[in-house]
């Protein structure tokens, strides 16, 4: 009789669960697989770091891109597998479905990209400041001395100054500032050794670094391209009469002054 009653209940029962489940399924296969922007306008998806994917869901839910978000995180877990999200910063553009948008994710695709533009003629301090200033970068030397950022990156007891080349360094969301001059003291170091190799012999440089302090006073010094010439031959010249170099830019340079400022004889 129990089994019976159990067996009548369950028949009657069993077509409205169905019917529920597979409707939830369909609402969760459309949120999923359908486009997620109804603008024609890209937008920009935050992964910050150790976010994980009931985070995500809340934040598409706040920004109004999902009608039923516990259905949809309901599905996620049936087809995520506890795959991880990468951090950074990605763009949802106009037609991309939800699984797009965490397939790229999952897989550090499709990220903004930032860049920032190191000026030549700035000092370290300079372009310090500008890898400070980025919101974009992750802040690993802000609390160093130069000589620890220098021991960092390898080359320990090494002055800063110049060992970076001036270009525009493309990244994502999140790099270590630690990351960006490392590849800019890389190039440096390839364009400064080509450039060695191939110097005429005779000239009284011990280093390729001396050389580079040199270079970099010419382009101080030198109004336009025919000037270079001669303020290197003079450099050079009293470089071999062992005399002062008496270069405003030198004293500029230890006033932390703006090449170009006033110079008088307290300065000197």
Same mark, same amino acid.
């Given at each position: 009789m129990i089994k019976s009653k159990f067996t009548l209940v369950f028949t009657i029962l069993m077509p409205p669960v169905l019917a529920t489940l597979l409707y939830f399924y369909l609402i969760a296969r459309d949120s999923w697989y359908g486009p997620v922007l109804? !603008?024609?306008?890209?937008? #920009?998806? $935050?992964?910050?770091? @150790?976010? +994980?994917? @009931?985070?995500? #869901? @809340?934040q598409l839910k706040d920004r109004g891109w999902l009608e039923s978000p516990e259905v949809t995180r309901w599905y %996620?877990?049936?087809?995520?597998?506890?795959?991880?999200?990468?951090?950074?910063?990605?763009? /949802?553009?106009?037609g991309m479905t939800l @699984?797009?948008?965490v397939d790229?994710?999952?897989? %550090?695709?499709?990220?903004?990209?930032?860049? #920032?533009?190191?000026?030549?003629?700035w000092t370290f301090r300079q372009l310090r400041r500008a890898l400070d200033d980025d919101p974009a970068i992750e802040h690993d030397t802000v609390a160093i001395s130069d000589r620890e950022i220098m021991s960092k990156l390898g080359h320990t007891g090494q002055q800063p100054e110049g060992r970076f080349f001036p270009d525009t360094y493309q990244f994502y969301y999140g790099v270590s500032d630690l990351v960006i001059? *490392? *590849? !800019? $003291?890389m190039k440096? *170091?390839?364009?400064? =050794?080509? =450039?060695? /190799? !191939?110097?005429?012999?005779r000239l009284p440089y011990a280093t390729p670094y001396s050389a580079l302090i040199v270079a970099s006073l010419i382009e101080s010094e030198a109004v336009v391209d025919k000037d270079r010439e001669k303020i290197a031959s003079v450099i050079v010249n009293r470089m071999r009469r062992k005399m002062p170099l008496q270069i405003d830019p030198t004293v500029l340079y230890g /006033? +932390?002054?703006?090449?170009? !400022?006033p110079i008088?004889?307290?300065d000197l």
């Amino acid at each position: 009789m129990i089994k019976s009653k159990f067996t009548l209940v369950f028949t009657i029962l069993m077509p409205p669960v169905l019917a529920t489940l597979l409707y939830f399924y369909l609402i969760a296969r459309d949120s999923w697989y359908g486009p997620v922007l109804s !603008s024609h306008q890209a937008e #920009i998806v $935050y992964i910050k770091r @150790d976010t +994980n994917f @009931d985070q995500f #869901i @809340d934040q598409l839910k706040d920004r109004g891109w999902l009608e039923s978000p516990e259905v949809t995180r309901w599905y %996620a877990r049936l087809v995520m597998k506890n795959r991880r999200l990468c951090f950074g910063e990605y763009w /949802l553009k106009p037609g991309m479905t939800l @699984d797009n948008l965490v397939d790229n994710i999952v897989n %550090a695709r499709g990220m903004v990209n930032h860049h #920032i533009t190191f000026i030549e003629g700035w000092t370290f301090r300079q372009l310090r400041r500008a890898l400070d200033d980025d919101p974009a970068i992750e802040h690993d030397t802000v609390a160093i001395s130069d000589r620890e950022i220098m021991s960092k990156l390898g080359h320990t007891g090494q002055q800063p100054e110049g060992r970076f080349f001036p270009d525009t360094y493309q990244f994502y969301y999140g790099v270590s500032d630690l990351v960006i001059l *490392q *590849q !800019s $003291y890389m190039k440096m *170091q390839s364009l400064l =050794k080509q =450039k060695w /190799l !191939s110097r005429e012999k005779r000239l009284p440089y011990a280093t390729p670094y001396s050389a580079l302090i040199v270079a970099s006073l010419i382009e101080s010094e030198a109004v336009v391209d025919k000037d270079r010439e001669k303020i290197a031959s003079v450099i050079v010249n009293r470089m071999r009469r062992k005399m002062p170099l008496q270069i405003d830019p030198t004293v500029l340079y230890g /006033l +932390n002054k703006v090449y170009g !400022s006033p110079i008088s004889r307290k300065d000197l």
